[in-house]
Nanobody, 117 residues
Framework: QVQLVESGGGLVQPGGSLRLSCAASGRISAYSRMGWYRQAPGKERELVALIHPSGNTRYGDSVKGRFTISRDVRKISVQLQMNMLKPEDTAVYYC???????????WGQGTQVTVSS
């Protein structure tokens, strides 16, 4: 079993910043990709950012230039630095990892991010 522990969500004013963290534990020794998705009320889950062990990244169009994903090379964890937050960034943010080898996919429980004045 793979566990993903997320932290860092909360309430922030428009234009503010937040940093999300996600750490994997359990039956995982390597990953092929890891990152974040989000889901707002009434909308489908969408890609926020992904990172590969090589350091290659991929971002959703709506967050490019504002969000930055990074990884900790010493352990299976990622961080998402979110700057210039907008009300439309309000959503539940889910950590996601795909294991190397078997390619099994796992999700965190989600952390709420609310951008409001």
């Amino acid at each position: 079993q793979v566990q993903l522990v997320e932290s860092g969500g909360g309430l922030v004013q428009p234009g503010g910043s937040l940093r999300l963290s996600c750490a994997a534990s359990g039956r995982i020794s390597a990953y092929s990709r890891m990152g974040w998705y989000r889901q707002a009320p009434g909308k489908e889950r969408e890609l926020v950012a992904l990172i590969h062990p090589s350091g290659n990244t991929r971002y959703g169009d709506s967050v490019k230039g504002r969000f930055t994903i990074s990884r900790d090379v010493r352990k299976i964890s990622v961080q998402l630095q979110m700057n210039m937050l907008k009300p439309e960034d309000t959503a539940v943010y889910y950590c996601n990892v795909v294991t190397a080898g078997w390619g099994s996919e796992h999700w965190g429980q989600g952390t709420q991010v609310t951008v409001s004045s």
